[in-house]
């Protein structure tokens, strides 16, 4: 991403993060007279719950991959830039990981649909599966199970925020930001057992 257009992005001081799924958002921005550029995320941003046993109470990743329809009009010349960042948490603590910030030129995302040179378009951008345990310190696999005795379980709540910047060739910004969060349940079954037997009697 060149230096000016993330002169254009503004800092969070904190993300509450984003995961699987698509999102619903409405940002506005002008230039001049000309009409205001849109970007619209159809649906609502959603991540659904997991749950898992484990008889050693341990997970090894934690994984998202989201997919982001993307709507936008009156952008005079199109599109010059689209950014994405993701970023997850712990529901609760205060750090968080930025799994996801790149540009949709990159090769971290697919693009399919309309091309950005028009007016207006829909696009659907497509990210590759990400591990939120092995991306930064603040969500690690420590956070999730652990030492459960037999019948317990552990639930983690994970928060995610999704972030798309559209920068305009005619300098229009518009900025679309959305958090969800989802569950991550470890248990660990009781054991069990049963038995077969034969006495396999006989007479001599």
């Known amino acids: 991403m060149d230096s000016q257009h993330a002169s254009r992005r503004t800092v969070l001081?904190?993300?509450g993060v984003v995961a699987v799924g698509v999102l619903t958002a409405l940002g506005a921005g002008s230039l001049g007279t000309r009409p205001a550029a849109a970007l619209v995320f159809e649906d609502e941003f959603v991540a659904?719950?997991?749950?898992?046993?484990?008889?050693?109470?341990?997970?090894?990743?934690?994984?998202?991959?989201?997919?982001?329809?993307?709507?936008?009009?009156?952008f005079g010349g199109g599109i010059d830039a689209v950014d994405?960042?993701?970023?997850?948490?712990?529901?609760?603590?205060?750090?968080?990981?930025?799994?996801?910030?790149?540009s949709v030129e990159s090769d971290s995302i697919a693009v399919a649909g309309?091309?950005?040179?028009?007016?207006?378009?829909?696009?659907?951008?497509?990210?590759?599966?990400?591990?939120l345990t092995e991306i930064g310190s603040n969500v690690t696999t420590d956070d999730f199970g652990g030492a459960l005795d037999p019948g317990q379980s552990r639930t983690t709540t994970v928060e995610l925020?999704?972030?798309?910047?559209?920068?305009?060739?005619?300098d229009e910004t518009v900025t679309a930001l959305?958090?969800?969060?989802?569950?991550?349940?470890?248990?660990?079954?009781?054991?069990?057992?049963?038995?077969?037997?034969r006495a396999n009697a006989a007479v001599e």
């Open 13 to 15: 001081k904190r993300f």
């Open 48 to 74: 659904e719950d997991i749950s898992i046993e484990r008889n050693d109470s341990s997970i090894s990743a934690v994984t998202v991959a989201p997919d982001i329809e993307l709507r936008w009009r009156d």
């Open 84 to 102: 994405v960042t993701l970023s997850a948490a712990i529901d609760g603590d205060a750090g968080f990981d930025v799994l996801l910030d790149t």
């Open 114 to 131: 309309d091309r950005f040179d028009t007016a207006a378009g829909t696009a659907e951008l497509t990210t590759d599966r990400l591990d």
């Open 161 to 170: 925020v999704l972030r798309v910047d559209l920068m305009g060739v005619q």
């Open 178 to 197: 959305e958090t969800t969060t989802f569950d991550v349940t470890v248990h660990n079954p009781e054991g069990s057992a049963s038995t077969v037997a």
